[in-house]
């Protein structure tokens, strides 16, 4: 198949078994359909097979049988796979693999070193790196910044040849709830203001109800799929379920005071409510 297509991501029967004696199936006949500019996360249990699968779309290993088409193009006949992963696909992992020795910015050039000139790849890493709010700490050490911190090093560092596909296997993972939440607004921003697609493997539900859509995988496969309303209908969702959403809709609201809303914000509330009403 050539040329573009609807899809960042296509797989087509991807499977790959590990083992000599006995076969593990990590991925068993995966079809997935990744579109460009979502924010697509993966769930499922410990050795459900999604490390596998990112490993797979990023032609970090090679499917024992199947294909994986990336920006149209098949993985397998991709003859210089390093320029393929510099140029289309940046990673983030939960041990974010910074170079210790290496200052943020020095970090995130690191991706453009030979793509780039040095001027460039200097300024470029600024620029990320004010992007994901790290202004101010262009010459720290890694080791002198927080978790959260270092993992926006990390995003920084995937954005750094402008991908249009960016991997991220649980990302969160080592971060507090606070810091994560953080973590995917600001992929979340990225991906508005860059359209850059996201695919995110993650243990943690509440990253997972932060994104557009969940793949669910078990034993190698895809079990489930959930698309997800943006964070706004799902707050919408549980208003209208809850008590004071159905006051609110029925006019039964006498306390305004303790509910510090105005009473234009509770007629607009209202409207929502009742146009979201299924
Ligand atoms: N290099 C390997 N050699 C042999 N088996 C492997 C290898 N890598 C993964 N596996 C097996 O494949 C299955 C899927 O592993 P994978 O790492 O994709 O799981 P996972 O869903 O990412 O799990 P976790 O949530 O623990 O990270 C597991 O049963 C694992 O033991
Ligand atoms: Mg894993």
Do not use: C
């Not at 460009?36 to 596998?52: D, F, H």
């Not at 050039?109 to 992007?131: C, F, S, T, V, W």
């Not at 994901?132 to 050490?141: S, W």
């Not at 971060?175 to 607004?185: C, H, P, T, V």
């Amino acid at each position: 198949m050539n040329g573009k297509t609807d899809w960042l991501i296509e797989t087509k029967n991807l499977t790959k078994i590990y083992g000599d004696g006995v076969e593990i199936y990590a991925l068993n006949d995966v079809n997935i359909h990744v579109g460009r500019g979502e924010l697509l996360s993966i769930m499922g249990p410990s050795g459900s097979g999604k490390s596998t699968l990112l490993n797979m779309l990023g032609a970090l290993d090679i499917p024992t049988t199947g294909q994986v088409f990336v920006d149209g193009q098949d993985v397998a006949e991709i003859k210089n796979k390093d320029i393929f992963r510099a140029k289309t696909v940046g990673f983030v992992f939960q041990m974010h693999n910074l170079l210790p020795t290496m200052t943020a910015r020095e970090n995130v050039e690191i991706p453009m070193m030979g793509h780039a000139g040095a001027k460039e790849r200097h300024e470029r890493a600024k620029y990320l790196l004010e992007l994901v709010g790290l202004g101010d700490r262009l010459k720290h050490l890694p080791s002198q910044l927080s978790g959260g911190q270092r993992q926006r090093v990390a995003v920084a560092r995937a954005l750094a040849n402008n991908p249009p596909l960016v991997l991220a296997d649980e990302p969160t993972g080592n971060l507090d709830s606070a810091a994560g939440r953080a973590l995917i607004e600001l992929l979340h921003e990225l991906n508005h203001k860059q359209g850059t697609t996201f695919v995110i493997v993650t243990h943690d539900p509440a990253v997972a109800r932060q994104t557009n859509r969940v793949l669910v995988m078990a034993d190698g496969k895809i079990v489930r799929e959930d698309m997800i309303g943006s964070p706004i209908e799902e707050d919408l969702k549980m208003w209208q379920h809850s008590g004071l959403g159905r006051r609110i809709v029925n006019d039964e609201i006498d306390d305004l005071e303790n509910l510090n809303l105005s009473s234009k914000q509770v007629k607009t509330l209202k409207e929502v409510l009742q146009n979201n009403q299924h």
